[in-house]
């Protein structure tokens, strides 16, 4: 192993990452530190983070907004793919990290670094993002996950660590949560919350309304998607990032989109994770709708069943792979006609869909009535019931030739 002259380490500014400038450069003898700090709209001000790193200890840090590229390359995959892990979580830190890992190895290339670092526990979904894509862009590259090996176990460790070396740390009281935002949602973690029986605290959520506070009364939105994805809202196009911002206040400001699972984790353990992702739980609920006409049945249904396995492959840290491209080749392809409109009806802490169109619709009004003007021709039902149900009318003749039963009322009980 060539000795490590230059390390790029992601950059936050919170506790862990400041604590890993100093140390990093103490355990690799010197060695020069760089930040990297990415705008994923998580909602910070990151004017002065370069000069904090700095003021850290750290050579020069990169601050980039990368909210464009995040939503473009990452998030709207997502949405086309309908992507939720577990039924339920939008994903929005799984589909961040590979961004944030592509960044960490731009940076290292662009400053001659021999090693990237960041701040992930030992525990959780993060590391294995970080680490496998970062493995998957530079293989060359040395990874060290300070959290995993230093022994500053504790938030007060890591404080005493910093004071002794001056530098800025946050001043914010000690909260007892873990979060993870930006524009996509927001993860809360730890604290009370650790108990799956305790109701998330009112002090935990960041990005949504307590719906017992929300607004009286209701509005309704029209949003538009183009190819599956979304364009405009009400009608006022826009790009789909100031699209998810709006989305996130308007039904934030409802008490929309509070998501509150037990997950299983790929690195074996089940999780509480509280979620807020108001714009998601529309656009996915919205997007889905819009399927719903444009697709047909088998598309449709056969996409269901990939989307779970995709939102997985997100999950489990695995975007730069040949699963993730061929996966999202064939999503994508399925959005060809999914364009459309969908009304939403929002309320405190609920949306409803109350309309949707498309030139693709494949509703067909005629066929659909009971009333005037049906065109489905009810006598070609006969011969496909006939031929449909002749498996089981064979099974039936057979059955009974044998004296068996028709068919088993319940599983015989075991011993
Ligand atoms: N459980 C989620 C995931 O694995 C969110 C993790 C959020 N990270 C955090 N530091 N709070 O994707």
Redesign the pocket.
């Known amino acids: 192993m060539s000795e490590i002259k230059k390390i790029v380490t992601a950059y936050s500014g919170g506790l862990d990452t400041s604590c890993m400038i100093p140390w990093l450069s103490e355990a690799y003898g010197g060695a020069e530190i760089y930040g990297f700090t990415g705008d994923l709209g998580q909602g910070e001000d990151l004017s002065g983070i370069r000069e904090k790193a700095i003021r850290t200890g750290a050579v020069d840090c990169v601050v980039e907004d990368l909210q464009d590229e995040f939503v473009e390359d990452y998030i709207l995959p997502a949405v086309h793919a309908s992507a939720v892990?577990e039924g339920m979580?939008p994903?929005?830190?799984?589909l961040g990290?590979p961004l944030l890992a592509k960044k960490l190895v731009e940076t290292a290339r662009k400053f001659g670094a021999t090693a990237v670092a960041h701040g992930?526990?030992g525990k959780?979904?993060?590391q294995v993002?970080f680490e496998v894509a970062i493995r998957a862009l530079a293989p060359d590259l040395e990874i060290i996950a300070p959290l995993r090996t230093w022994d500053l176990l504790t938030r007060e460790m890591e404080v005493e660590y910093a004071l002794e070396r001056k530098i800025p740390i946050p001043i914010t009281k000690a909260k007892p949560?873990?979060?993870?935002q930006n524009l996509w949602g927001c993860?809360?973690?730890?604290g009370e919350m650790e108990d799956l029986w305790t109701e998330p605290p009112a002090d935990a959520w960041r990005m949504t309304k307590d719906p017992s506070h929300a607004p009286r009364g209701s509005i309704e939105m029209v949003l538009g998607f183009e190819q599956g994805t979304p364009v405009s809202i009400d009608g006022r196009t826009m790009s789909p990032t100031a699209l998810i911002k709006e989305l996130n206040q308007v039904a934030g400001g409802f008490g929309v989109g509070r998501i509150d699972m037990v997950?299983n984790?790929?690195v074996g353990l089940k999780?509480r994770?509280v979620?807020e992702a108001p714009g998601a739980s529309l656009i996915h609920m919205a997007h889905t709708e819009l399927e719903r006409i444009c697709l047909d049945r088998a598309t449709f249904n056969y996409k269901n069943k990939m989307s779970q396995d995709f939102a997985n492959v997100i999950?489990d840290g695995v975007w730069f792979s040949p699963l993730r491209e061929a996966m999202q080749a064939f999503l994508e392809e399925t959005q060809r006609t999914v364009t459309g409109e969908v009304r939403i009806r929002v309320s405190a802490g609920l949306a409803r869909i109350t309309g949707r169109r498309s030139p693709y619709s494949l509703y067909d009004m005629g066929l659909a009535t009971y009333s005037e003007g049906d065109t489905f021709d009810r006598t070609t039902a006969e011969g496909f019931m006939a031929l449909y149900g002749l498996p089981y009318k064979t099974i039936a003749e057979v059955r009974r030739k044998a004296g068996q039963p028709l068919f088993v009322k319940r599983r015989p009980q075991s011993s």
């Open positions: 892990y979580y994903l929005h830190t799984a990290r992930c526990t959780g979904n993060d993002r949560y873990s979060i993870d993860a809360i973690e730890c997950e984790r790929v999780s994770e979620y999950y």
